[in-house]
């Protein structure tokens, strides 16, 4: 399995056989890559892509998963001719600055996965999005599975039932929480059940997906938090922020609080927008060592603008105890982005 960004070490994005390639496999494929390279420009992701691709080769393998890295038309995990299956999961806005600024114009970019004769799994998308992947799709002869129409992944009576033209399933919820999660579940039984391959149950009950609403147990944030519930997410987009803000109505009736930090390339205000009330106020930080972050400053006007109460800190202890403040019996979730999860991951996990 092939997916970015990693949170706490670059292994994270090169997997073998389930379990993170090895530091001298992973230093092996990386120098070969640069001297085959020669010093000719190459991105960051271009020349990792290539060496996760050096290190596949030569591991045996059933299938290789690829998550793209930013949108798919020119993306460099796009390579391969005859992949066996393709996957859309939902289009929102972000990344405008390189994929556009309309999700029309996203999706275009998203689409440009699809190939002749090769499925592709589609999750439900607006009419703006779907008549774009659709379009692709009859023009370049690519077979398409669509929720609703194709598939169908919805809850019933605590239980997850699932079903497409092979028959019904009734399975475990996902042990990912959030109703969103059972979309991207049906998403994923719906490849398996293309490919003949899985099993279903597994499937929804063994994924792992750090920083994805995660509660924290162990680290001196989770001391420092007491018996206050301490959860990680690092979705950075309005689509996530609601996501979210569902997820969290779902659990448990308590005073919730954010602490927060943004990148500069994301829509801070949209995000927390999304939020809705789902949080009390938020403690806002930067991210430490990312030069593209929001000031603590920054992110505070952006939750206050979109009508949050919200506060500057100058780190996440600070931040977390201002969050704790006032006796909160309840839960703090600390949210905004991939880079802020993979560094209270890395140093206070």
């Not at 995660?214 to 979705?235: H, I, K, N």
Request: aromatic share 6%; glycine share 10%; hydrophobic share 45%.
């Amino acid at each position: 399995a092939y997916t970015s960004p990693h949170l706490a070490r670059f292994h994270e994005r090169i997997r073998i056989s389930g379990a993170l390639i090895e530091e001298p496999a992973l230093a092996d494929v990386l120098a070969e890559c640069e001297e085959v390279n020669g010093g000719a420009p190459i991105t960051y992701f271009e020349i990792t892509t290539a060496a996760a691709f050096l290190a596949f080769s030569r591991a045996q393998a059933d299938y290789t998963l690829l998550e793209v890295g930013l949108g798919g038309r020119v993306d460099a995990t796009n390579v391969i001719d005859a992949p066996a299956l393709c996957v859309i999961t939902p289009i929102s806005l972000d990344h405008q600055a390189f994929l556009g600024d309309t999700v029309a114009e996203i999706a275009a970019e998203k689409a440009g996965i699809l190939k002749r004769d090769v499925t592709c799994v589609v999750t439900e998308q607006t009419d703006a999005a779907m008549a774009v992947i659709e379009a692709r799709a009859n023009a370049v002869g690519a077979p398409l599975l669509i929720q609703n129409r194709d598939w169908q992944a919805w809850e019933e009576r605590g239980r997850l039932v699932y079903q497409d033209a092979f028959g019904l399933g009734d399975l475990p919820l996902p042990n990912l929480i959030g109703a969103h999660q059972i979309t991207n579940a049906g998403a994923a039984l719906c490849s398996l059940r293309q490919l003949g391959r899985g099993n279903m149950d597994a499937a929804v009950t063994q994924a792992h997906w750090p920083a994805r609403l995660q509660r924290l147990r162990e680290g001196p944030l989770v001391d420092q938090a007491g018996t206050v519930e301490l959860w990680l997410d690092g979705g950075h987009n309005p689509a996530a922020a609601k996501a979210l803000a569902e997820a969290l109505g779902r659990l448990p009736a308590r005073p919730t609080r954010m602490v927060a930090g943004l990148l500069k390339t994301k829509d801070a205000r949209g995000y927390f927008s999304g939020l809705g009330a789902a949080v009390e106020r938020v403690e806002a930080v930067s991210i430490p060592g990312e030069s593209a972050t929001f000031t603590a400053q920054e992110t505070t006007d952006a939750a206050r603008a979109a009508g949050l109460r919200a506060a500057p800190h100058a780190g996440l202890e600070e931040a977390l105890a201002a969050a704790l403040a006032d006796g909160l019996a309840g839960r703090v979730i600390i949210a905004g982005s991939l880079y802020l999860a993979g560094a209270v991951l890395r140093d206070h996990g």
